[in-house]
């Protein structure tokens, strides 16, 4: 069963997409409490909703450049030197085999691999001009700035639906404003509000894998960031749920900018538009997706998308 | 396909032999005796505890001081209204310095300190403290506060040695479920850009608390029913008393100085309080499930 409770017999993909977004455009005709809600059209595009101070896109997304970044932990240097810029509002996928340093790149963008014990950071990690490793920059700031989406779909257990998509605005202490609002907002721009919307009280573990993956994309926009990182956000999910998600990575990237981490080079293909390939903790090439998989200027590279390693 | 004499030979293997049903059979026996032997003495003193103590209750009982006059027998020998109140007052503290203090200390070894060598130096004299006899704190609290002050016993005396005794077990099972509490949900709480403190309060305790509400009630109950840290630091006393400064009853101190008075009635009162202190405990373990229960979704 998918999350929504429709048996998943489906095998050609576009009719269940076909009909999220009809679902969607339904709903989207519907009255609703708080003010100013996203509308999610069928095309993908996200329509302006009334300007209020809780819309989620206020706010373009931003630019992140790495710059001789290297990790460690303890005395094993895990990424060795990369240099690599992620457009904003674009989605940069990076790939490459198990333990080649893809997970712990994209945690040095956050700060979060710091938080392993032993674990440093060394380079520049650039959000637009300013270096989150400058010894003046407020980490908490960082990560706000800069969501995190992990693999395995982890809702606070202790929190009903609603409290774990405000988590991050009551958390962070910052001025609140309109929570519900805000957590409508970050609900339907998880896509995820149409289903939860008459069950908000209830505990968010109890949704489906998928569900509850959304409800974590939600719970980071909450926050309202510029960045979202995914760290393999689908491999623990079925093939609908992962389909679900792609989608809402198009449709976010409207807003934020995104770095995902995927093993599954046909999920990189179909939702980014930048592809980096990485091996052995160094970046082997980085180019606009349709290149990477197509005409990519690394022998590595080649041997990798067609899968002759890896 | 093969023809049925082959295939029935094929499956004769997958057959249960006999040899390994009886000891199936063995196995599962001592196993069972195994557990009926340990519910043996449970049940006993259960019926016991029933037997001798439902006997002893009555309203006086529960609402009348002990009189201290033990010759007549009978009900002349008052109640156990001092010593129920005084267990409530001395654990009750006990429970306000040991539990703060514990959690804190599992938090920091947990959140802070993880392998470092001070939290390993902890880690070895809490383990130390979890098997000191009751009677040591007892004897430390007596020399330091009693003896070393120049006063003399008092209730609050007497909580501080039972905080002592309850706080390696509350240091240690907070501990193994702080532990319990996936990092997953650590680093999404950080990665939301909250700060470490209101992490572990809005998240990891909440998600503990079940458990170390488990931990605490132990330490409690273990705390209720000792004798030798209340015996030279609370004292005993008759009257019922609300004030931790002077001396103070207790339910096991009442116990042990009627098991060992020639007068009948004198004992039963003991079983009498024995059931009561028992009962107390069952109700305090209900009550923090039911909280436990209630503070966690689903």
Known sequence: ??????????TDVDPEGQSEIERQQQYSDEPVSGQGPLRITGSGTVSPPAPTSTSLEAKPGLTVKLEQLRAFYGEAEQVKGIDLEFNANEVTAIIGPSGCGKSTMVRCINRMHEEIPGARAEGRVLLENLDVYDPSVDIVAVRRAIGMVFQKPNPFPTMSIFDNVAAGPRLSSRRRGDLRAKVEAALRGAGLWDEVADRLD???AGLSGGQQQRLCIARSLAVEPEVILMDEPCSALDPIATLKIEELIEQLKQRVTIVIVTHNMQQAARVADRTAFMLGGEL?????????FTKPNDSRTEEYVTGKFG | MSTQGASAERLA??????????????ARTFILAGTVIALIPLALIVYYLLRKGLGAWSTSFFTTDPTGNTFFGGSSIGGIKSAILGTIEIVALASVIAVPIGIGVAVWLVEYGRGSWFAQTVRFFVDVLTGVPSIVFGLFVYIVLVVGTGSTYAGYKGSIALSLLMLPVVIRSAEVILLLVPGALRESALALGAPRWRVIFSIVLPTALPGMVTGVLLAVARAAGETAPLLFTAAATLKTNFNLGGFMNSLPVQIYKDVTSPTTAVVNRAWGAALTLVVMILLLNLIARLIARRSRLA
């Open chain 2, 13 to 26: 293997r997958f057959a249960v032999s006999p040899a390994r049903r009886r000891k199936d059979r063995l």
């Open chain 1, 1 to 10: 069963m998918t999350p929504d409770g429709r048996t998943s017999e489906v």
């Open chain 1, 284 to 292: 082997v090439e980085v180019g606009p997706t349709q290149e990477i």
């Open chain 1, 202 to 204: 209830e505990p968010g």
